[in-house]
C-alpha cells in the first residue's frame, strides 16, 4: 500500500542482498535493519518503496524514481545493465512516476497521466510490448493500453493494470504451463497467453479499483468492496477447490466477516486482505509462517491431493493482532506491516528479511523495536522502511 509523507527520512533495510538491492553499497545480507546510503535522495520526500527478485526501487513525492539491485535484464531502468549497489536516480523517466510494481526481473511504472511504462526482461511478454524486444534496459511505453491507467501490478512472470473504466487487463504469460495442464483439453483462454494487454473477462459488469498479483495468480478489488481471484490455486490461495481458475471468481463475504475488502496484497503464494473495519485476514501457503499463525494449517501427512491447504481448512483467518494496520507489505514468503506506528514483521526469514537478527522463520507477526516507520516495502527477499527517526 503506497502511503505519502513529508518528512525527511532515513531508509532503513535488511534481508538478502545478493545484487546490493539494500542500498547500502555491499553485497552482504543483513538480519537487522541497517542504514542505507541515501546521499542521493537528501531532502527528498518519499511516497512509496517496493521491490523486485533482487532490485528496489522508491519513488518521492515530485515523481523521481531512485533504484538499486539487481540489473542484468535492465530492470532498473537505467539504459545498462549493471548491478548498483546504492540507490541511484532513474533520469530516463521524464514523466511523473506515482505508482510502481516490480516483478521477479522487471518493473512497470505508472505515470500520473495515467501511461504505463516498463524495462527488464520481456522473455514471457510481462511487458507488455513487442515480442522481438527480449528485454530492456530503457523504460518503453505500453502502446497497447489506450485507456489511462490507475493501478498495475507484477507477479513473476505476468502484468495487471485496472484502467479509468475499470477494465482489468493482463497481459505475459507466465501463467500459461500452469493452466495449460489444468485445462486440458481445453483452450488455454487469451489474457493468459497474451504477451500484449488483454482484457480479463468475467469483470464487465463490475468497475475495478487495485489489482494485485503473485508468482502465478491474481487478484482485483472492485468499487463494491468484492475481492476476485483467478490462477493457479495449488496452495489455496484462491479459496477455492479447483486447482486453476482461468476467470476472475468471487470470494464470499462471509470468508472475510461478512465485510467489504478495501485492499489486498500478495505474496508469491499467499493473500493478505483487510476489511473496512480494519480486520486483516490471511490465507494460502503457511508453511513458512506467511499467514502469520502460531501453527500451520497446512497438512503434514503427504497425502497427494490437489488442493491440500483447502481441503485442510486453510481459508481466510483473521489475524488479530493487525488489526488496524495502516500499511502492509508481502514479500515472496515475508511480510511486514505498520500497526499503530509500530513495525512488524513474520514470515520467511532465511536471509533475515524478518529483521530480529536470525535466519529463523517468524511464525507470528513481531515487533521490530526502535523504528517509527513512515513507510515499508518489500522485495522477494528484502524488506525497507522508510523512518522518521534511527537507533541504529
Known amino acids: 500500500m503506497e502511503k505519502s509523507s513529508q518528512h525527511e527520512f532515513c531508509l532503513h533495510s535488511w534481508g ?14 543483513q538480519s537487522r535493519p541497517r542504514l542505507s546510503v541515501n546521499t542521493a535522495l537528501q531532502y527528498k520526500a518519499a511516497r512509496a518503496v517496493t521491490g523486485g527478485g533482487g532490485h528496489t526501487v522508491l519513488i518521492t513525492e515530485n515523481g523521481e524514481i531512485f533504484v538499486c539491485g539487481q540489473n542484468h535484464r535492465g530492470q532498473l ?52 510490448v513487442e ?30 493494470a485496472v484502467t479509468d473504466s475499470g477494465r482489468v487487463n493482463q497481459w505475459g504469460t507466465g501463467l500459461f504451463t500452469h493452466a495449460k495442464r489444468a485445462l486440458s483439453p481445453r483452450p488455454v ?69 461478512g465485510e467489504k475488502v478495501i485492499h489486498v496484497w500478495s505474496g508469491w503464494t499467499h493473500i493478505v486482505a483487510q476489511t473496512e473495519s480494519g480486520r486483516v485476514f490471511t490465507w494460502g501457503r503457511g508453511d513458512y509462517g506467511q499467514q502469520g499463525r502460531l501453527q500451520s494449517t497446512i497438512p503434514k501427512s503427504g497425502r497427494q491431493s490437489v488442493v491440500p491447504s483447502v481441503i485442510g481448512g486453510n481459508l481466510p483467518a483473521e489475524v488479530e493482532v493487525l488489526c488496524g494496520a495502516t500499511q502492509i507489505a508481502c514479500g515472496s514468503e515475508h511480510n ?29 507477526p513481531q515487533l521490530l523495536p526502535g523504528l517509527r516507520p513512515l513507510l515499508i516495502g518489500c522485495g522477494a527477499g528484502h524488506s525497507m522502511a522508510l523512518c522518521a527517526a534511527t537507533t541504529d
Open 16 to 29: 538478502a542482498n545478493s545484487y546490493g538491492q539494500l542500498g547500502q553499497g555491499h553485497e552482504e545480507d
Open 131 to 160: 515480442q522481438t524486444v527480449t528485454h530492456s534496459a530503457d523504460p518503453l511505453v505500453v502502446e497497447s493500453l489506450t485507456e489511462p491507467v490507475m493501478s498495475v501490478a507484477a507477479g513473476l512472470r505476468h502484468s495487471l
Open 189 to 257: 483462454p487469451s489474457h493468459l497467453s497474451s504477451t500484449l494487454p488483454c482484457l480479463v473477462p468475467g469483470l464487465d459488469q463490475k468497475s475495478s479499483l487495485i489489482v494485485t498479483a503473485g508468482s502465478v495468480h491474481c487478484a482485483c478489488i472492485t468499487g463494491d468492496g468484492d475481492l476476485f481471484l483467478w490462477g493457479s490455486n495449488r496452495h489455496g490461495q484462491l479459496t477455492a477447490t479447483e486447482p486453476f481458475l482461468s476467470s476472475p471468481t468471487l470470494v464470499k463475504r462471509s470468508l472475510l466477516g
Open 77 to 128: 531502468g537505467l539504459g545498462h545493465n549493471a548491478d548498483i549497489s546504492t540507490l541511484q536516480l532513474c533520469p530516463s523517466l521524464s514523466l511523473k512516476i506515482t505508482k510502481v510494481a516490480c516483478g521477479w526481473d522487471f518493473t512497470l511504472f505508472l505515470a500520473e497521466c495515467g501511461r504505463v511504462l516498463a524495462c527488464g526482461s520481456n522473455a514471457f511478454g510481462q511487458l507488455g
Open 336 to 364: 511486514l506491516a505498520i500497526v499503530g506506528g509500530h513495525l512488524l514483521s513474520w514470515g520467511w526469514n532465511e536471509h533475515g528479511m524478518c529483521g530480529e537478527g536470525s535466519q529463523t522463520d517468524v511464525l507470528q
